[in-house]
């Protein structure tokens, strides 16, 4: 008789990959909402400076408005720093989705959702990030940067066919309705567990419902603790772990990340997305802008679609190169044809091709990549504070894209903006040729060894961790030896 194939111990299941692919979805309707709030702002933009304008805004009341939310995500994002390590990503939605879909109904409500938005997306990432398997994880977290495509895109639709009033009530309600019901059947991620001191058996159910039956719990349950070192602080506060960034392991994926959120914001794709309307009323070619508009949304999302795919097939740094050479070379080509606008007016369709290039670049690398990067870098030890500072960081970096475009317009002009986008490129470039590290292909826990120096003779890499003045030094057993270290040096035995 023939005997069934058996799933190999530590492998997941149908069921598991079933249910981080049922939990993406639903987490990945944060990201929409938030994608769809930027767009909004483009909408609202074009809508309320148009010369049938329903109410009468100076162009400063405008850009206010637009920019609020960022202030909105940003006081989100450092909130989530702080109530994230007390309930966790799946508490956190629950809360917080509700509000989403009922600020969106009021004007007023656009700070509030930016907030309720900041504190929920960090977390969501890092959680999908937590819970997935190293073969899918790039799959998966691509998968909000899809969401996140599909909320800008329909943001244009609905705006466009029902007026910046009532497309608030279509994007705001149901995505967060659909997010809510499905949250209440999701556990905790198991790092999470463990990192906050809950009971290991919390962990474990968490395990085996994200992974399957079948999957090696007390394996993962131990190189997680691993990870963390067993003079790790569950209840460590944001001050004490901001004080751990002086040191090396933690210093150096901290800053990767802010720079790549640096290059994300200011190389041109994201001001292109959402700001659209505005951009293709100066491009010309549509009578109507928001036709260009959702175009630039249905091929971002055809763009992310294709990076998924292939992104757990190519090194994280060669789509970054990537993106930093076509990206620079579709700028230079769009501020050229805006300088000479007069003489080239007749061939607007090179600046409309130049940007579909720029936000096909974005979208196939830097986007879904910094999503990645930010449910692979941080420490496990401190990730549940550092992701929301990371984002506190990116919503500042939104608030001032938002605020200055229409102001760098006037004073640079369109073609200054682009060239602005050009150098940002090539930097970009540059970071990923000399500084990313390549993830690809290796677990979390793997990943923190990446930044850490060896100091003992084994030439092990291993975690560290800081208590009160001594480097603790964990072998692959669970024991730590510590030591007393001065203050000028990093628990690596580096200078800082």
Same mark, same amino acid.
């Given at each position: 008789?023939?005997?069934?194939?058996?799933?190999?111990?530590?492998?997941?299941?149908?069921?598991?990959?079933?249910?981080?692919?049922?939990?993406?979805?639903?987490?990945?309707?944060?990201?929409?909402?938030?994608?769809?709030?930027?767009?909004?702002?483009?909408?609202?933009?074009?809508?309320?400076?148009?010369?049938?304008?329903?109410?009468?805004l100076t162009a400063s009341q405008v850009s206010w408005i637009?920019?609020?939310?960022?202030?909105?995500?940003?006081?989100?994002?450092?909130?989530?720093?702080? $109530?994230?390590?007390?309930?966790?990503?799946?508490?956190?939605?629950?809360?917080?989705?509700?509000? $989403?879909?009922?600020f969106w109904v009021i004007l007023a409500g656009r700070v509030?959702?930016?907030?309720?938005?900041?504190?929920?997306?960090?977390?969501?990432? @890092?959680?999908?990030?937590?819970?997935?398997?190293?073969?899918?994880?790039?799959?998966?977290?691509?998968?909000? $940067?899809?969401?996140?495509?599909?909320?800008?895109?329909?943001?244009?639709?609905?705006?466009?066919?029902?007026?910046?009033?009532?497309?608030?009530?279509?994007?705001?309600?149901?995505?967060?309705?659909?997010?809510?019901? %499905?949250?209440?059947?999701?556990?905790?991620?198991?790092?999470? !567990?463990?990192?906050?001191?809950?009971?290991?058996?919390?962990?474990?159910?968490?395990?085996?419902?994200?992974?399957?039956?079948?999957?090696?719990?007390?394996?993962?349950?131990?190189?997680?603790?691993?990870?963390?070192?067993?003079?790790?602080?569950?209840?460590?506060?944001?001050?004490?772990?901001?004080?751990?960034?002086?040191?090396?392991?933690?210093?150096?994926?901290?800053?990767?990340?802010?720079?790549?959120?640096?290059?994300?914001?200011?190389?041109?794709?994201?001001?292109?997305?959402?700001?659209?309307?505005?951009?293709?009323?100066?491009?010309?070619?549509? @009578?109507?802008?928001?036709?260009?508009?959702?175009?630039?949304?249905?091929?971002?999302?055809?763009? @992310? $679609?294709?990076?998924?795919?292939?992104?757990?097939?190519?090194?994280?740094?060669?789509?970054? *190169?990537?993106?930093?050479?076509?990206?620079?070379?579709?700028? !230079?080509?769009?501020?050229?044809?805006?300088?000479?606008?007069?003489?080239?007016?007749?061939?607007?369709?090179?600046?409309?091709?130049?940007?579909?290039?720029?936000?096909?670049?974005?979208?196939?690398?830097?986007?879904?990549?910094?999503?990645? *990067?930010?449910?692979?870098?941080?420490?496990? @030890?401190?990730?549940?504070?550092?992701?929301?500072?990371?984002?506190?960081? /990116?919503?500042?970096?939104?608030?001032?894209?938002?605020?200055?475009?229409?102001?760098?317009?006037?004073?640079?002009?369109?073609?200054?903006? /682009?060239?602005?986008?050009?150098?940002?490129?090539? !930097?970009?470039?540059? /970071?990923?040729?000399?500084?990313?590290?390549?993830?690809?292909?290796?677990?979390?826990?793997?990943?923190?060894?990446?930044?850490?120096?060896?100091?003992?003779?084994?030439?092990?890499?291993?975690?560290?961790?800081?208590?009160?003045?001594?480097?603790?030094?964990?072998?692959?057993?669970?024991?730590? %030896?510590?030591?007393?270290?001065?203050?000028?040096?990093?628990?690596?035995?580096?200078?800082?």
């Amino acid at each position: 008789m023939r005997m069934a194939p058996t799933i190999r111990e530590g492998q997941d299941d149908r069921r598991g990959i079933l249910m981080q692919v049922i939990t993406t979805v639903s987490l990945s309707m944060t990201p929409f909402n938030m994608a769809a709030s930027w767009a909004f702002g483009g909408v609202f933009t074009e809508q309320l400076t148009s010369e049938d304008a329903d109410l009468a805004l100076t162009a400063s009341q405008v850009s206010w408005i637009v920019a609020i939310f960022n202030i909105g995500t940003m006081v989100g994002f450092i909130t989530s720093s702080y $109530v994230n390590p007390l309930l966790g990503t799946v508490r956190l939605v629950q809360i917080f989705s509700p509000l $989403v879909a009922a600020f969106w109904v009021i004007l007023a409500g656009r700070v509030l959702v930016g907030v309720s938005i900041g504190v929920c997306f960090g977390p969501s990432v @890092t959680h999908v990030g937590e819970i997935s398997s190293v073969n899918v994880r790039g799959y998966l977290v691509s998968f909000l $940067v899809v969401g996140n495509c599909f909320g800008i895109t329909c943001a244009y639709l609905f705006g466009w066919l029902l007026g910046w009033r009532h497309s608030c009530l279509v994007i705001g309600i149901g995505p967060m309705a659909l997010q809510f019901l %499905t949250s209440l059947m999701f556990p905790r991620s198991a790092r999470w !567990l463990v990192s906050k001191g809950h009971p290991l058996e919390e962990a474990e159910r968490s395990l085996r419902f994200y992974h399957g039956q079948s999957y090696d719990v007390d394996k993962q349950i131990k190189d997680i603790k691993k990870s963390l070192g067993d003079t790790h602080k569950h209840n460590a506060t944001l001050l004490q772990v901001l004080r751990l960034l002086k040191h090396r392991h933690n210093l150096i994926p901290f800053s990767l990340m802010l720079t790549l959120y640096t290059f994300f914001v200011f190389s041109g794709g994201l001001t292109a997305t959402s700001f659209a309307p505005v951009v293709f009323k100066e491009v010309g070619g549509f @009578t109507n802008p928001y036709l260009g508009s959702i175009l630039l949304g249905v091929v971002r999302t055809i763009a @992310t $679609v294709f990076c998924g795919i292939i992104l757990e097939r190519v090194k994280r740094k060669t789509l970054l *190169m990537m993106n930093g050479i076509v990206g620079a070379a579709a700028c !230079l080509i769009a501020g050229c044809y805006f300088y000479y606008s007069k003489q080239l007016a007749d061939y607007g369709w090179i600046a409309l091709v130049s940007i579909l290039v720029i936000v096909c670049s974005m979208s196939a690398g830097i986007s879904p990549l910094m999503t990645v *990067m930010l449910s692979e870098l941080l420490p496990n @030890t401190i990730r549940a504070e550092l992701s929301g500072v990371c984002l506190l960081f /990116f919503g500042a970096l939104n608030f001032v894209m938002a605020y200055s475009f229409s102001k760098t317009i006037s004073s640079l002009g369109m073609y200054g903006l /682009f060239w602005f986008f050009t150098t940002m490129h090539v !930097l970009m470039f540059f /970071f990923a040729t000399f500084f990313l590290p390549d993830t690809k292909g290796k677990s979390i826990e793997e990943i923190q060894k990446l930044f850490v120096k060896n100091i003992n003779a084994a030439n092990v890499p291993a975690p560290i961790n800081l208590e009160e003045g001594r480097a603790c030094v964990c072998a692959e057993t669970l024991d730590c %030896t510590c030591h007393g270290i001065p203050e000028e040096h990093d628990t690596t035995g580096f200078e800082i």
